[in-house]
């Protein structure tokens, strides 16, 4: 891995990128970009797309099958680029692109970083990459402190929990956990309330001198003593669940008893992962609005003659944003197209009420009464108060739905998915056209689930400091294998039983023993109104 600085033509390029980004106006972190080997970047993917990850066996062995189904032709190296987005953000280029794409890819990074810069969730946060860095050093000492059996078993454990990161959920630590007032004390009160001398500061080092002064060893004690206290109160006490906790990892990380070294490993494995919550709820308006500026700036780079080959830039552009159908969504497609739409619907001032309120076809159709005079900013207001669910929501009509083919499926496709012909608008030889009416509501109840359980922690007391989770009703039924396996990684976790309610069967987990049991059934609404109640949600004769 080296840096862009090495390579003066790249160089070149990114600084012209800069200077077309910033000539638009977009808001920038700071960006550093390094060039890869292929195998550096089959690393990378390996390690979460972060340069470095700690000892860990499984990533090991993952990277001895890649490099052999890359040289053995079973899978492909080309990786067009990889972004850690933050501030500053990390962009890597693989070294097997020519001069074109590598410019591509820089200005398809500006996209990104300015997304998760402006958007609601904020995404961009300081000093990321160098956090995780310093997590792994703690994690690698604690690997020693542990022994390689217990930090293996619990490495392992909290990976499983990986599914349930929610950070962004409504039900998230923030709106679900209620903290006690003694933990918002300050460690220093005893410090503030106590005058001392400021010693001056020596221009030279003064150990011994620090050694053989007198302490106050009241002071001291009674510091330690009540840091001591602070801590042992924060391991189970100190908060109140007044509503379902859907975050259920963070609530681990929060509140697990642990010791340092399982404390690391716990925190490494969430910091690296939450922010993938982040692309799930913002996938298609990212990618869009990175291909939106990518191809503004790469347009203005092929003009002064930076690079060329924009023939070539135009084939890889259609094949990255080839439509597809809603359950198989392209969102770089999708995205980009959306954007396009708001533009030309701001221009000519079809996003108001006005219009939306006649009546007549035909004005609609030749409707042009001067939009907004600066869309790009309107769509940057977008950026900052939308997810995709809202984006979809508000902006992808019937007719956007049939332009952009979501509602085309193949027919070889249509039949496997049971369409029959009473759903089928027009076909010809090779697709058929499905009501784009229901597809936007399909589209969204993706954003309810993300395919994934939707689990709650409902009760950190089940069973004297036992977890109590709660697995939402949505017609789709757990996989009744893992069900086991996840409540034993979860024990290790939180070193107290674990229960889990789903329908009207209650699991747990306890000291190697598992068993189920039949319950009334509870919703989900009245699990909300226990909690807030101060009630138990379970009471258990």
């Known amino acids: 891995m080296r840096s862009i600085s090495t390579d003066p033509e790249l160089q070149f390029i990114w600084e012209r990128v800069q200077h077309f980004a910033k000539g638009y106006n977009r808001t920038l972190p700071e960006m550093r970009f390094f060039i890869l080997e292929a195998m550096e970047f089959a690393s990378l993917l390996e390690k979460n797309v972060y340069p470095v990850s700690p000892v860990n066996i499984w990533e090991g062995k993952s990277m001895v099958t890649k490099k052999h189904r890359i040289e053995s032709g079973q899978e492909s190296s080309i990786y067009y680029e990889v972004v850690q987005t933050g501030n500053p953000s990390y962009g890597y280029l693989n070294h097997t692109n020519n001069a074109m794409m590598q410019a591509s890819v820089m200005a398809h990074v500006v996209g990104h970083c300015e997304f998760s810069e402006l958007n609601v969730l904020h995404d961009s946060d300081y000093d990321r990459t160098e956090k995780i860095m ?102 189970r006490k100190g908060y109140t669940i007044k509503a379902p906790c859907q975050d259920i990892f963070g609530f681990l990380k929060l509140f697990s008893p642990m010791s340092t070294g399982e404390s690391s490993i716990l925190e490494y494995q969430y910091e690296v992962r939450k922010h993938q919550n982040f692309v799930g709820l913002t996938q298609i308006m ?120 979501l509602n085309r499926i193949n027919k070889q496709q249509a039949m496997q998915m049971g369409i029959t012909k009473q759903d089928i608008i027009a076909e010809d030889q090779r697709w058929v056209w499905i009501d784009p009416e229901p597809v936007k509501e399909q589209m969204l109840n993706f954003f309810v689930h993300m395919y994934r359980p939707r689990l709650y922690i409902i009760d950190s007391d089940f069973q004297d400091g036992g977890l109590l989770l709660f697995n939402r009703n949505d017609g789709r039924k757990l996989k009744k294998d893992w069900i086991k396996p996840t409540m034993k990684n979860m024990h290790l976790i939180w070193k107290a039983p674990i229960g889990l309610i789903t329908e009207n069967t209650l699991y747990q987990y306890s000291a190697s023993n598992f068993k189920e049991s039949k319950i009334k059934e509870l919703t989900f609404e009245e699990v909300k109104e226990r909690l807030k109640a101060g009630d138990k949600p379970l009471k258990i004769s």
């Open 286 to 405: 990212n990618e869009g609005w990175a291909m939106y500026w990518e191809k503004k700036i790469m347009i203005d780079l092929f003009k002064e003659k930076t690079v060329t080959g924009i023939i070539d830039y135009s084939k890889v552009f259609s094949g990255v944003c080839y439509p597809r159908p809603y359950f198989q969504r392209n969102p770089y497609h999708l995205g980009y197209h959306m954007w396009l739409h708001i533009e030309e619907q701001l221009r000519d001032g079809k996003l108001s009420i006005e219009y939306h309120e006649e009546t007549s076809l035909e004005k609609k159709e030749n409707w042009s009464k001067g939009g907004s005079k600066d869309p790009i900013k309107d769509m940057t207001h977008i950026v900052k108060s939308c997810t995709d669910y809202e984006f979809l929501r508000r902006y992808l009509t019937p007719q956007l739905t049939q332009e952009l083919h």
């Open 134 to 235: 310093h997590l792994v050093r703690k994690v690698n000492l604690g690997k020693y402190q542990m022994g390689d059996i217990n930090y293996m078993n619990f490495w392992n454990a909290c990976e499983s929990m990986a599914p349930l990161i929610n950070p962004h959920s409504q039900f998230n630590i923030k709106n679900s956990i209620h903290f006690e007032s003694h933990i918002n004390t300050n460690d220093d009160d005893i410090e503030q309330n106590q005058e001392k001398e400021v010693a001056l500061l020596n221009p030279y080092s003064d150990t011994l001198n620090e050694v053989l002064q007198k302490g106050d060893n009241k002071y001291d004690f009674e510091k330690d003593l009540k840091k001591k206290s602070k801590q042992e109160s924060l391991s």
